[in-house]
Every structure is written in structure tokens, then in C-alpha cells.
């Protein structure tokens, strides 16, 4: 049996697995994306306003997900994650129906809460779905679930810009009915109450502590947890600057959803078969794969020719997605159970730290020089791909068979 087939029956045949399934297929129709720079600049916004409002993102992410972390490892997380779903659906209503930034940075609020909520408890949630040999079947099951959000994305993407040409607040209403329908789907979610591990229960401030102590520990769980969320702000970027970009190179607006489509689609077919990849090149080359291609990727779009912009482009967008099954894998292995939100989200918040800095400095380095900006992004990444290459062989294999029991961080 493929590991492809397996992966497909762990997700579908599972009481847990299939609401957030259909939840996720739902909340991936994000239509407005492929024109949303046009859409706020139709508001009233600059570029400068866009990233400022990405930095608003982050800021209420950084303040709500260490509380999100620690709720979802002592009590029921279904009631989080369905918490989340509801404020993205809040979101993105008052995303559609806004006219001036002091919406926008409410609406941006309200998503940054919806990440805070789902950004560790869900991965969480899914992971301990899995049962106990969870490790075997997390890539593959990741891989699944990421490949159905992106196939959806690519009809969001193609519907979205198609609907743009004609009113260019059509996408946002749009996507604004889907998020309620993704809602409605994780309300048939089960309960899952996280393992109790010491007889006598912890103060939240200890849970804290012994989390952030068990990050720090890790060198490897630290690169990849806070690398990862410290770099998914320089590849979320490409969901703006590629807009200035296409445009530079007269592609019609019509076709722009197309091509952010055909990228999701790559990155569906990719992460389809994320556990076919992991188990041939190993988890090490995986991730080395992942973050290359984004870094590639832009570096291509600064080349002012419309076939690197758009083959950079494509690039980025599979680096995007395919790192997250590698990560979420190595991260919740090397996690205890009963601390797997509160550890994920502390990291998280590390990169949204950086993230809060470096939205501003895109946003001001977009107005001056896009295609400088998305030099200057690959070659970040870049340098982050290299660094990962002496931590993985030195740390990889050590802390997959390490125990990471309380022993080493009470």
C-alpha cells in the first residue's frame, strides 16, 4: 500500500481528521488573494499601509498565541480550534466590508487571533489524532491535508481573479462565505483533551517556563520551529510583490489567479506526496528542498523577464507549502504530548518578533525597488538554507532517537 493511499484513508476515515479536512478545503477558497494588493489599494491603501497591516497581523499574533498555547495543552482543544475558524470567519467579513485602514487593522486583528488560536493547537490536534504511531503517519498525513487547502486555493485563485477583472470586490466577498462555511465544519469536531502528565497540576506561569526551556534546549527544535516562523514572513511576501511585478511585465490581471492556481496546484501535487519524498531523500533533504526553492524562487523574479518572474513565482509558492508537513513532523516529535501547543506557539512567537520588524522593511523596500526587495528576500533564504545543512547533520539523527521525556527540561 502507497504511502500516498495511506495517508488519504488516515484522513478520511477518521472522526477527527475529516471536519478539520473539510474545514480546511473551505477556508483554502481564499479568492481575493491573487488581486488583494489592487483590492486594498481600491480602498485607499499604499504598499507601505499593506505591510503595516501585515505587522498589525503579527503584533496580535505575538500578544494572543503563548495564551492559545497553554489553554489548548490543559483543556479541550476543539474548543480553540473552532474559536479560531469563528474570528478568521469575523476577519475576513470585516475584510470584505471595510473601506479605510482603521478596518483593515481590525480585520487583520481578528486574523492574527484565528492564527493564534489554530497556529500550535491545531497542529497539535492532528498530530495526537494520529494515535500512536503518529510519527509514521504525520508527513503523509500533513502532506493530505495541505494538498486539499492548495487544491482549493487553485480554484479560489482562478475564480478569484477571473471575478476581480469584473468587480474587484467580488473575491472578498467571496472568500468571506467560505470562511463562515469552514466554521460551521470544525463544529462537528470531537473533543480532545490533552494527556495529564504530572500528579499534581502546573501553574501556567511553570508551563511557560518549562516550554521555553524545552525550546531553547533543542537546538534543532529551535532552528526548525523559529526558522521556519521568522522566515514565513519573507514567503508570505510574494502574495504582494508579485502583483507590482506582473504588472511591470504587462500580465493581464485576468490571468493572474491562473497563474497563482497553477503554483497552488504544483505545491497540492508536491505536498500529495509529501511522504513519498520524506521516506526516499530523508526529512534533512526534505527541508533543504523546501526553502531552496523559495529562495530561488525569488531571486528568479527579479530578473525583468516575464518568464523568470512567473517560474520564480511558482517556485516560491511550492516552497511555501512544502516545508510545512517536514516542520510540523520534526517539531511534534520532539515535543511531549501534553506541551506540543504551548511549545509550538512560544516558538511561533519568536519568528513573529522578527516578523513585526521585517513587514515594514519589505513594505519600504517595495516602494523604493520591488524587484531589489525580492533580491534581497532569496538572498535571506538563501542563507538560512545554508545554515540548515551543519544543524541537521549535526542534530537530526541525535534527537530523533533522543528521549525527550520531562527529565531533561524540569
Not at 497556529?119 to 490536534?125: C, F, L, S
Not at 504525520?138 to 485563485?157: C, E, I, K, N, Q
Not at 511531549?336 to 509550538?344: D, E, F, K, Q, Y
Request: aromatic content about 8%; hydrophobic content about 55%.
Amino acid at each position: 500500500m502507497s504511502a500516498i493511499y495511506t495517508a488519504r484513508r488516515i484522513v478520511w476515515s477518521s472522526k477527527s481528521l475529516t471536519p478539520m479536512a473539510l474545514a480546511m478545503i473551505a477556508a483554502g477558497f481564499d479568492f481575493y488573494v491573487p488581486v488583494s494588493a489592487f483590492f486594498l489599494e481600491s480602498r485607499g491603501l499604499s504598499l507601505t499601509d499593506i505591510f503595516m497591516l501585515e505587522s498589525v497581523l503579527v503584533a496580535s499574533i505575538l500578544v494572543a498565541e503563548i495564551p492559545a498555547g497553554i489553554i489548548g495543552d490543559r483543556f479541550d482543544r476543539r474548543r480553540l480550534v473552532c474559536a479560531g475558524f469563528v474570528f478568521n470567519a469575523i476577519a475576513e467579513i470585516l475584510f470584505a466590508a471595510g473601506t479605510n485602514f482603521s478596518i483593515y487593522a481590525l480585520s487583520f486583528v481578528m486574523s492574527g487571533l484565528s492564527i493564534a488560536m489554530l497556529t500550535g493547537v491545531q497542529d497539535a490536534y492532528i498530530y495526537d489524532s494520529l494515535g500512536d504511531d503518529a510519527d509514521e503517519k504525520a508527513v503523509g498525513a500533513w502532506g493530505h491535508l495541505s494538498a486539499l487547502m492548495l487544491t482549493a486555493g487553485v480554484t479560489g485563485s482562478v475564480v478569484g481573479s477571473a471575478l476581480g477583472s469584473v468587480d474587484i470586490s467580488l473575491p472578498a466577498l467571496l472568500s468571506a462565505a467560505m470562511a463562515v462555511v469552514a466554521a460551521v465544519c470544525v463544529a462537528f469536531l470531537p473533543q480532545q483533551n490533552p494527556k495529564t502528565h504530572d500528579k499534581h497540576p502546573e501553574t501556567s506561569w511553570i508551563s511557560l517556563k518549562i516550554g521555553v526551556k524545552l525550546l531553547f534546549t533543542s537546538p534543532l527544535l529551535l532552528y526548525v520551529a523559529v526558522g521556519s516562523s521568522a522566515s514565513f514572513a519573507l514567503f508570505n511576501a510574494v502574495y504582494t510583490l508579485n502583483q507590482p511585478l506582473f504588472a511591470a511585465q504587462d500580465v493581464p490581471i485576468a490571468t493572474w489567479g491562473v497563474i497563482a492556481g497553477a503554483g497552488q496546484l504544483l505545491a497540492a501535487g508536491y505536498n500529495y506526496a509529501a511522504g513519498r519524498i520524506e521516506k526516499r531523500v530523508g526529512r534533512k533533504t526534505a527541508l533543504l528542498l523546501a526553502m531552496g526553492y523559495g529562495a530561488a524562487g525569488f531571486c528568479l523574479m527579479a530578473v525583468p523577464h516575464v518568464l523568470a518572474v512567473v517560474s520564480g513565482f511558482l517556485l516560491v509558492v511550492v516552497g511555501i507549502h512544502a516545508r510545512g508537513p517536514i516542520t510540523s513532523a520534526v517539531t511534534n516529535k520532539l515535543i511531549p504530548a501534553h506541551r506540543r501547543a504551548t511549545v509550538l506557539n512560544v516558538a511561533s512567537s519568536v519568528g513573529s518578533l522578527v516578523g513585526i520588524v521585517v513587514n515594514p522593511l519589505v513594505g519600504l523596500g517595495a516602494e523604493a525597488s520591488t524587484r531589489l526587495t525580492v533580491l534581497a528576500i532569496g538572498g535571506v533564504l538563501l542563507a538560512l538554507t545554508l545554515t540548515w545543512i551543519p544543524i541537521a547533520n549535526r542534530y537530526l539523527g541525535a534527537d530523533e532517537d533522543a528521549d525527550t521525556s520531562e527529565a531533561h527540561v524540569s
